[in-house]
């Protein structure tokens, strides 16, 4: 254990996994605490008690929080198997594109997720023109940054993992080869890595999970007598 690194996480949550990705990449060993965030334990509390969320990183007793930025101090402490660019305008437009995937991509799919059925055309086309841009981003390239896992894959990598999740509980292809030939094909390489692939969380809990969630919203939403 490097100097008692430990990350509280929940087991689905996407901005978790990509702390326990980044982790992985460079080798560091850690203990992996999931809340219940219904229940939020007492230490989360204390690490965290502005957001009172998760990811927090707690690195020889000191808490980093917010996901984005917990990446960039795993890659500022941890020297080896670099997630960004040497290039500084490079290194600017990874930090550029994981900002607009958090700020633009993925709320323009949850959004879409939650609507109704007869909502469903409208609601995609946000999300439709978002991944366009990653679309052209990826083209000709195995992953964002070149021919390895980078900083921007490990941001996205809630794409791999949670799109075929609403996929299937949507019955409706969100990315798929004839749309999105690059951003397909990046997905089927990023989840096949070993480190990305060894920490899928069960996608069976997952669409259970997301379903129930999905349900509830459009209760929530129903007219009511």
Not at 68 to 74: A, F, M, R
Not at 75 to 91: A, M, V, Y
Not at 103 to 112: H, L, N, T
Not at 147 to 154: A, P, T
Request: aromatic share 12%; glycine share 4%; net charge negative.
């Amino acid at each position: 254990m490097e100097k008692g690194v430990k990350l509280f996480k929940t087991w689905s949550s996407p901005f978790g996994i990509r702390i326990v990705w980044a982790l992985k990449v460079k080798g560091v060993q850690f203990e992996q605490i999931d809340e219940d965030l219904a229940n939020k334990s007492p230490l989360l509390l204390l690490y965290n008690p502005v957001h009172k969320k998760i990811p927090v990183l707690v690195h020889d007793g000191k808490p980093v929080v917010e996901s984005l930025i917990i990446l960039e101090y795993i890659e500022e402490t941890w020297k080896q198997n670099p997630l960004f660019p040497e290039d500084p305008l490079e290194r600017a437009a990874a930090r550029f594109w994981a900002k607009f995937g958090d700020d633009k991509v993925m709320p323009s799919i949850w959004e879409a997720f939650i609507k109704g059925r007869e909502e469903e055309e409208c609601a995609f086309a946000p999300a439709f023109e978002n991944l366009k841009f990653l679309e052209e981003e990826l083209k000709g390239k195995q992953f964002f940054g070149g021919e390895r896992i980078g900083i921007v894959d490990i941001a996205f990598g809630w794409l791999a993992n949670l799109v075929p999740v609403f996929e299937e509980i949507h019955a409706i292809k969100v990315i798929d080869e004839e749309r999105f030939p690059s951003l397909y094909a990046w997905m089927q390489e990023f989840s096949r890595a070993p480190l990305i692939a060894d920490c899928w969380p069960p996608h069976e809990k997952l669409v259970n999970k997301f379903r129930a969630i999905r349900d509830q919203s459009l209760l929530a939403a129903a007219p009511h007598a």
